[in-house]
Each structure stands twice: as C-alpha cells, then as structure tokens.
C-alpha cells in the first residue's frame, strides 16, 4: 500500500512538474518575459568575431554649419567619389530644409547628377558609368482637422530630382536599442532596402515587412579597435588626394559623426546587443547601423527568428521531458543535470546562430523552465523521501535536542538531516569565533542593584542578539555571563563563515542594545577566523559542544582590545581577507599578543560598504599608522592628533590610545605594539 501510494505521488508530483514548467515557457513568450527572450537574440554577440565588409565604406561628415551638418562640401566630396570610382553613395541625413545660399542645392543637385552619369533630365549620358545616389527621409506626426497621423518627410524637391530615390531612415527600437533591420513602413520602404535592391540584392517586395533581425558585423569601434565597416572623416578627405582604390567600386555610406548632432542616446547614436555586457563601449552612430543593414540585405545574412507556433512546441516538449524527468532524481544528479541542459541549449542557440542565421528563445528553456523544473523537482523529490522513507532515528532525536538551543530550526534541520558525531572529543575545522561583551556591565549592576531585574533584562538582551546570530547561520556556543561566544564552520562546514560573521556582527551591533535605567550599554565585539578543535568536549557525565584552539583565544583577545582602543567591533586580517568589499573597516594597527610569537592586524569594522562613503580622517589615521610603521612616532603624533580633533565629540579612540603611550614613551617598532598583559 505505501509502495502504491508513493508510486502514485511522485507520478502526480511528476504531472505538475511539467504543467508548470510548460506555463512558466508560455508566460515567457509573452510581453512580460521580453526581457529574456531578448537576451538569446543578445548573448551570442558575446561570441561573435568582427566581420569586415570590403564592399562598404563610411564616410562622417565633421563639419558643422550651425546646428545643422554643413552641406557646402557635399558637392565636392560627390565629384572626389565619381573619380575614385565609387558605385553607389547612400545618406543617412534628411535634407529637408533647403540651404541658406541656394547656389549651394544647385550645385549639390549637379553633382548628384555627374555622379550618376545623367543629365538635367535624368537621361544617361552616353559613356558615362551608371552610378546610384539615394537619400534619406524622416517621418513626423502631425494633427490636422482633428485627424491624427504620420506623414513622411522627404528631402527639398531640387535633391529628390538629382538623386535616384529617397528612403525611411528610422531605425531604433525599444530605449534606443537597435537590433530590428529597418525595412521601412507599410506604404514606404527604407532607404537601405531600397539601396540594395537597385544594387542586385535579391529582395521580394512582397516579403519586406517580414521581421528581420540585424546580424551586426561587430561592436561599435573604439580608438583600439579596428571598425568591421571602414570609414574616414569628410574634411581630411576633401583636403587631400587619396588612392581611388580605396572607394572604386564600393558603396558608400555618408552620415554624421557619432556625437556631433549630440552625445546623448537616440540623437543618431544607439545602444546594440554588445553594449548589454559590455556598458564602456561607445554607442553606435546611426549611419554604422544603416550600413550595417545594407550590408545584411546585400548578402541575405540577415537573423530570422523562429515563428511563434515552433516556439511553443519547443517550450512544451522542454516542459514536459525537463518538468517530469528532474522530479525522479536525487537533488545532486539534478543539479548536474540541469547544467549540462542549460549548457546543451546555449549551444544549440549559439550553433543557430552562427551557421544558420536563426534565433531561437533558447534562454527561455534554459533560465526560466529548467531552473523552476529543478526547484520543483528537488522539493517534490525530498518531500517524497521524507514522507515515505526517513524516520527520524534515536541518534537524530539525540542531536535534535543536545543542538536546540545552540542553532536556529533551519540549521538545526539541516544537522539533523546531514548528522553529526555525539561522541566525545573533536576535530579540527576552519571556523569564525565572534565573542561579545557589555561595556560597564559590572558597574550597571552594583548601581541597579535588583538581581532578577538585571537577569530579565539581559534575558530579553540575549533573546535578541541570539536572533541575529541565528540570522546568519551561526551558533551560539555558551553564554557567560553578560557575553556571548558564537561560532560559524562548525557543527556545519559554512564556506562563508567570516563574512557571516561579520553580517550578524553588524546587526547586533546596530540592533541589539541593552537599555536599562535609562542608559544604553555597548556591545563591544571580538572576530577571528581561523584553525580549531570543535566537539563534545567534557566526561562522560557531562559535556558540551564548545570549540578549543588558539584562534578561539584570540577571538576572545580581539573583544577585550575595544576597551583599549574605546572601539566597538575588531576582526583579525584573517577575517578582513574574505570582507570582499562589503564592509569598509579601518586598519588599527599591529598587535603581538601576549603568549603569540606572532603579531596580529587588527581592523575596526566601520560598517557596510555601500550605505556610507568614506571619511575624510581615514587617510590621515592611515598615514599616522605608516608613519609608526617607519618609526616616526612624532610625525605619527601629529597625525593622530589631527585624526581626534576631526572626529566627533568624542573624538577618536585608536587616535587616543596612541597619543597616550606616544607621549609616555612607549616604543612601537616598526608600528607593532606589544601587548605585556592579557
């Protein structure tokens, strides 16, 4: 009966894997999953290897007339371009407004002509190369007599004469991120597609407003990199002479150069796949998006996104195959698994890629449904386990109840499921020690003077910091008095032990207070990370779960120095080490311990990295400590003194105790202070 019974959960635990891994897919695939549907269109980019494209050339025009780009010498860099040889010449600028000087549209007007080899009438003149010039157009809103619309703007009629058609320039898509190839709108194509048709593209009119996908030739380049597309500035070409090799036969595609209409995104400049993982790279100008179209239409490389119907079949098969099969494995082969599926789905999206110019959501399969087919099949598969094969045995209720008040319930679940040795003795684990202690304690409770007072009060004190200690996955290993030793690494490994310890450190700190009579007493703390022997220590009538070893003395070293230094929390440099930059701390100095033939750095925790900057007084009480370092203590004197007078009111404790043996003329060699008692 049991065997049925469990046979038939995990079947239905099974079933509703895959449901929800299939509508975790589909709700994917609609708006509020673009996001990561984008990113397998983006990644791959990652990867990508510029292409050059010898066929193209861009020209930026740098020269400014007002706010607008200078059309005077457009003239002459047309005729430079016809001597060199050039095929084609595309703008990427909208020449809807005439020029100041009319003479200079006529002339620009006649040698869009020369260039195409036609005359005033548009008739091929015999002998002359047959050569293309296009140009672009915008479009704008308007509302008129209450009808609203969109109406296009094309260039002044004497250039729409001159050249051989106009064209859409529009090209971003959401927030200014290019990645859709411009074809145009519904009643007029884009000046690329219609660029690339008159140079023998094999384009269907019928398909345009088909979705395309740019397949970009490489990052927008920088001063190091080489561009995919070359390009030259208009004014150093219209200054000399150049090879005609350099333009014969190629297009050319004229625009302005990135920033000189404006460095903001959107004005001519946009933000492409590369810039998602690659934020310090410069934007790219609209007239390297226009050419990088051009180039995909001329070549029929462009990306294709799979249609809608072969999405949803991939996403159900996927939620079906992953949703069921994870529920059937052991939490450690699942998560292997899922690896290796995430690894097989990016690459296949990345073969698509590369050899058959596809895209496919495959960051659907692998970021959305085989994380959640992973989550529900490790909690189905453990619940399965639990219900029907583990029974909690004597040696787990044993441990259950030596650790109850040490753990908090999720780390005393986790002991209990992965065990724990009651023998007598220990062994030897990396672990972080905290110790804690209430300034003037003593002296709060002569002065109160009502013991069960002092002990409700301190109850309700250890009630909270037991919180925080439990908050962040530590131990509580004894109390003592008014002080606390707690540990994390042991009875459960914790890779992140110090920086753990740090965190609840903190919290206690800012959190935990014992308010009593009006008065608030600090909690000073002590944390040290290091080698110990943790276990049941005792006889064989009585034992406690307690941790021995140097490092746990120095732990206890470390809390007892605050007094000296009027500090609050001290971490060993063993502990700083694995801080990665989350806190800011400030190095006190170094101390050789008594009973240690080694000195030890001290830091003072100052609190988390990201809710305050960084002091100005810092600098100085660092450069006071080199200046003991280099065994200059009246350069050091100075220096702490600055550092106390910069500090509140009550000025600055390290600064202070260093002052005071300074002046009594303690010798601190090499900045190492020793201390002679404990």
């Not at 003479?103 to 620009?108: L, P, T």
């Not at 036969?249 to 933000?271: M, R, S």
């Amino acid at each position: 009966m049991v065997r049925r019974t469990e046979r038939g959960t995990r079947i239905v635990a099974a079933v509703l894997g895959a449901l929800l891994t299939i509508f975790v897919g589909d709700m994917a695939l609609t708006r509020a999953g673009k996001s990561l549907v984008i990113a397998s269109y983006d990644i791959p980019f990652v990867k990508h290897r510029p292409e050059s494209k010898d066929q193209l050339r861009i020209i930026y025009l740098d020269q400014l007339d007002g706010e607008s780009l200078d059309r005077r010498p457009q003239a002459k860099l047309l005729d430079k371009l016809g001597q060199a040889g050039a095929k084609a010449v595309v703008y990427d600028l909208i020449f809807d407004q005439p020029s100041k000087d009319p003479q200079v549209d006529v002339d620009f007007a006649a040698a869009m002509r020369r260039f195409r080899g036609v005359d005033a009438d548009g008739k091929p003149i015999p002998g002359m190369e047959r050569r293309y010039v296009f140009l672009a157009c915008g479009r704008e809103n308007f509302n008129a007599t209450g009808f609203a619309g969109e109406q296009l703007v094309p260039p002044i009629d004497a250039l729409l004469d001159a050249a051989d058609d106009f064209g859409i320039v529009a090209v971003s898509d959401e927030s200014y991120v290019v990645r859709k190839l411009p074809a145009g709108s519904l009643d007029e194509p884009s000046m690329i597609w219609k660029a690339a048709s008159a140079l023998g593209a094999k384009l269907d009119e019928k398909q345009r407003l088909q979705e395309r996908w740019l397949n970009f030739l490489g990052p927008p380049p920088d001063e190091k990199s080489t561009p995919a597309i070359p390009n030259f500035g208009a004014k150093a070409l219209l200054g000399e002479d150049f090879a005609s090799s350099i333009f014969r036969d190629k297009i050319v595609v004229v625009g302005g150069k990135p920033g000189i209409v404006g460095e903001a995104l959107g004005k001519d400049l946009f933000a492409t796949p590369f810039h998602r993982f690659q934020s310090k790279l410069p934007l790219m100008s609209g007239v390297e998006v226009q050419a990088t179209g051009l180039a995909n239409l001329l070549e029929g490389n462009w990306l294709t996104r799979t249609n809608h119907s072969t999405e949803l079949a991939v996403i159900a098969l996927a939620g079906l195959i992953i949703g069921t099969g994870l529920t059937f494995f052991r939490p450690f082969n699942a998560v292997l698994i899922a690896v290796v599926l995430v690894a097989a789905c990016g690459s296949a999206g990345f073969a698509l890629f590369a050899y058959q110019k596809i895209w496919f959501p495959w960051t659907i399969v692998s970021f959305a449904q085989v994380p959640i087919a992973l989550v529900w099949g490790i909690a189905a598969h453990s619940y399965v386990e639990r219900f029907f094969r583990i029974k909690i045995s004597a040696e787990q209720e044993a441990i259950r109840a030596a650790f109850a008040k040490y753990l908090s319930p999720q780390m005393l679940d986790r002991l209990t499921r992965e065990g724990f040795n009651t023998n007598l003795g220990g062994e030897k684990v990396q672990a972080a020690m905290m110790f804690t202690d209430l300034e003037s304690f003593t002296d709060m409770c002569e002065r109160v003077g009502d013991p069960e007072r002092i002990v409700e009060t301190l109850n309700d004190y250890f009630e909270r910091t037991t919180g925080s200690i439990f908050d962040h996955e530590g131990v509580v290993i004894k109390y003592i008095g008014d002080a606390i030793f707690a540990a994390w690494g042991a009875p459960i490994q914790d890779p992140n032990a110090p920086l753990n310890a740090v965190r609840a450190a903190w919290k206690l700190y800012q959190s935990d207070k014992l308010m009593i009579d009006g008065l608030e007493l600090r909690t000073r703390i002590g944390i040290h990370f290091g080698e110990v022997v943790a276990g049941n220590i005792g006889s064989t009538r009585r034992v406690d779960y307690t941790m021995i070893g140097d490092a746990v003395n120095l732990a206890a070293r470390l809390e007892g120095i605050n007094k000296m230094f009027d500090t609050s929390i001290l971490l060993s440099d063993a502990v700083h080490a694995h801080l990665n930059g989350e806190f800011r701390t400030r190095k006190v100095g170094k101390f050789l311990v008594k009973g240690r033939k080694e000195e030890v750095v001290v830091y003072e925790l100052l609190g988390p990295a990201l809710q305050q900057n960084e002091p100005g007084w810092i600098t100085l009480y660092h450069k006071a400590v080199e200046a003991l370092i280099d065994n200059e203590p009246q350069r050091a004197l100075a220096l702490f003194t600055a550092v106390n007078a910069e500090r509140d009111l009550r000025g600055d404790g390290p600064s202070r105790f260093y002052i005071r043996q300074i002046n009594a003329g303690e010798l601190i060699r090499d900045g190492i202070f020793e201390m002679k008692e404990k």
